[in-house]
């Protein structure tokens, strides 16, 4: 086959600050799923963009192509209509399991292609394969079904979606390319618009547990994002949202699941619950279906939810009554002194919980279930000297002695009487 584009040129065009064309883009994408551009030429190409950046209709090009890519799943035969979340993946990010049934108790149907955890932050599937007997792989017939019976589904996505973007995001991995905005945008909304949903919510997180370390940084995501799926006709926006601070008391696979439990049961942390009732009301009205968030946050505490969740868990194998699996060994980190907690920072937390066995390394290690970190004392709160403020777990107890060096001033108890202020955890709203 002779190609219309030559590989160098569209990297010199992009090296030297052009805008690409769409021909360019289109080419480009496609050539390199089929394998024509080679890896080290799209590695040149994403380089020249992490560095030069995109137009805003080079990004939305670029992420049409990666949708032309796959296949698009279609949900217009449901009678629901249709709302997902995304979130840029945050410590103790448990929200899509108290959230995807709370959504559905009001009508909408949530669709949630999920992934797994790499690194320090977790996977939502991980997340629930603690349940016993719970699969996280479905046909498309029976994620259709799940939706029209129970209105809520959390499985994973299929090989066939945007097929572009899972070669170009495993480059992008090992050439150092991956905090670009356009790509990152490109790589996340192409997914998201391909999966066929007609609202979607973005939890884009800022802070030191996040992607995006500074709040300027992610409101340029957010829009970039907010952007590309209004552009699709998804209707979208975004809330930023604190992630200096794990998220809850737990960060760990079968940990967070006993806490979603806990939040649909009527209970469980307040930051967990403010956001989940606050992204369940922005996919509402995506949705169509604006309710008050008042009669959102009764869901959560008079049953309807957590019904909405056994059927979801019991739909896909799991049983919802079952024991959730618990770590053999457990070991104390203790407050020293007596004082306030100032500072748990969610990056130190969420490597320690991956070093205990909550997250991989490599895409095929497994997850141990039970491992991960309890957080007993959060920031504001007072402590005693010689008070536990983290129970780590794990069954393998060599890797303690990790997971206590990256809490080493990952934490800091300020004096008796400090007043340390009270942080929020929606910081901003783009829509
Ligand atoms: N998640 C994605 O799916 N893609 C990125 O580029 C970053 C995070």
């Keep these: 086959m002779t190609e219309p584009f030559d590989a160098v040129d569209v990297i010199r065009t992009k090296?030297?600050?052009?805008?690409?064309?769409?021909?360019?883009?289109?080419?480009?994408?496609?050539a390199y799923t089929r394998g024509a551009v080679?890896?080290?030429?799209?590695?040149?190409?994403?380089?020249?963009?992490?560095?030069n950046g995109m137009t805003r209709a080079e990004v939305s090009r670029w992420t049409a192509a990666m949708i032309a890519s796959g296949e698009r799943m279609d949900f217009s035969g449901l009678s629901r209509p249709t709302a997902d979340k995304h979130s840029t993946g945050g410590v103790g990010d448990k929200i899509t399991l108290p959230l995807a049934p709370l959504v559905a108790v009001f009508g909408v149907a949530v669709p949630q292609l999920s992934g797994r955890g790499l690194g320090h932050t977790g996977g939502t599937l991980d997340k629930l394969e603690s349940i016993p007997g719970w699969r996280a792989s479905l046909s498309n017939a029976e994620m259709?079904?799940?939706l029209d019976d129970v209105g809520a589904v959390v499985c994973a996505?299929?090989?066939?979606?945007?097929?572009?973007?899972?070669?170009?995001?495993?480059?992008?991995?090992?050439?150092?390319?991956?905090?670009?905005?356009?790509?990152?945008?490109?790589?996340?909304?192409s997914k998201k618009i391909a999966e066929g949903t007609g609202a979607l919510v973005?939890?884009?997180?800022?802070?030191?547990?996040?992607?995006?370390?500074?709040?300027?940084?992610?409101?340029?995501?957010?829009?970039?994002?907010?952007?590309?799926?209004?552009?699709?006709?998804?209707?979208?926006?975004?809330?930023?949202?604190?992630?200096?601070?794990?998220?809850?008391?737990?960060?760990?696979?079968?940990?967070?699941?006993?806490?979603?439990?806990?939040?649909?049961?009527?209970?469980?942390?307040?930051?967990?619950?403010?956001?989940?009732?606050?992204?369940?009301?922005?996919?509402l009205d995506g949705a169509g279906r604006p309710t008050d968030p008042d009669e959102v946050r009764r869901a959560l505490g008079?049953?309807?939810?957590?019904?909405?969740?056994?059927?979801?868990?019991?739909?896909?194998?799991?049983?919802?009554?079952?024991?959730?699996?618990?770590?053999?060994?457990?070991?104390?980190?203790?407050a020293e002194s007596d004082g306030v907690l100032d500072t748990l920072d969610a990056y130190a937390v969420g490597v320690a919980a991956w070093?205990?066995?909550?997250?991989?390394?490599?895409?095929?290690?497994?997850?141990?279930?039970?491992a991960g970190v309890e957080i007993h004392v959060r920031p504001g709160e007072p402590v005693r000297a010689g008070q536990p403020l983290l129970t780590l777990h794990t069954d393998t107890p060599e890797r303690f002695a990790r997971a206590?060096?990256?809490?080493?001033?990952?934490?800091?108890?300020?004096p008796v009487g400090t007043t340390v202020p009270d942080r929020p955890i929606v910081l901003d709203r783009i829509g």
């Design 15 to 30: 090296r030297d600050r052009a805008e690409l064309s769409d021909a360019q883009v289109d080419w480009v994408l496609d």
């Design 38 to 51: 080679a890896e080290e030429q799209m590695s040149a190409l994403a380089m020249a963009i992490l560095l």
């Design 144 to 146: 259709l079904a799940q």
């Design 157 to 189: 996505a299929g090989a066939g979606l945007a097929p572009a973007d899972k070669k170009l995001y495993a480059l992008r991995d090992v050439t150092g390319t991956v905090e670009s905005i356009p790509l990152i945008a490109s790589s996340i909304m």
């Design 202 to 283: 973005l939890d884009v997180k800022v802070g030191s547990g996040a992607f995006m370390k500074e709040l300027d940084q992610a409101r340029e995501l957010a829009r970039t994002m907010v952007d590309l799926g209004t552009d699709a006709g998804v209707r979208t926006v975004a809330l930023l949202t604190d992630m200096a601070v794990p998220l809850g008391r737990t960060a760990g696979n079968a940990l967070e699941v006993r806490e979603s439990v806990e939040v649909l049961d009527g209970g469980g942390p307040a930051d967990v619950v403010d956001l989940t009732v606050a992204l369940a009301v922005e996919m």
């Design 302 to 334: 008079d049953g309807r939810a957590m019904d909405a969740w056994r059927r979801m868990i019991a739909a896909q194998g799991g049983d919802p009554d079952a024991a959730l699996p618990e770590a053999v060994h457990t070991e104390q980190v203790v």
């Design 355 to 370: 070093r205990l066995g909550a997250g991989r390394s490599r895409r095929e290690d497994p997850v141990q279930a039970g």
């Design 404 to 414: 206590r060096e990256i809490l080493d001033g990952g934490w800091s108890v300020a």
